[in-house]
């Protein structure tokens, strides 16, 4: 079945970076796009980026523009987000999905939590 596997989460205080990975397995990995989510408990999963299957195409949110890079390997099954001036305000749990060509995010990872310490 396919599995989403992030890591790379942890503490780092306002200004620093994080980089998290999400390896993917039980799909044909270059036939989806792959995009970050974040949330924070009692509020709605909110959207942060998404790179398409191949690569040459990106979107970010408003909020992270500029400061995270999404990035995949094809032939590693890997998505990255690189997180840069970090800000308390981006403390979530961060997941990462998956969705084929058309259709809705259908395949979520566990998530990984993200803390920005002030």
């Known amino acids: 079945q396919v599995q989403l596997v992030e890591s790379g989460g942890g503490l780092v205080q306002t200004g620093g970076s994080l980089r998290l990975s999400c390896a993917a397995s039980?799909?044909?990995?270059?036939?989806?796009?792959m995009g970050w989510f974040r949330q924070v408990p009692g509020k709605d999963r909110e959207f942060i980026t998404e790179?398409?299957?191949?690569?040459?195409?990106?979107y970010y949110a408003g909020s992270v523009k500029g400061r995270f890079t999404i990035s995949r390997d094809n032939g590693k099954n890997t998505v990255t987000l690189q997180m840069n001036s970090l800000k308390p305000e981006d403390t979530a749990i961060y997941y990462c999905?998956?969705?084929?060509?058309?259709?809705?995010?259908?395949?979520w990872g566990q998530g990984t939590q993200v803390t920005v310490s002030s």
């Open positions: 039980g799909l044909i990995f270059s036939n989806y796009a």
């Open positions: 790179i398409s299957w191949s690569g040459g195409s990106t």
């Open positions: 999905a998956a969705r084929a060509r058309g259709l809705q995010y259908e395949h």
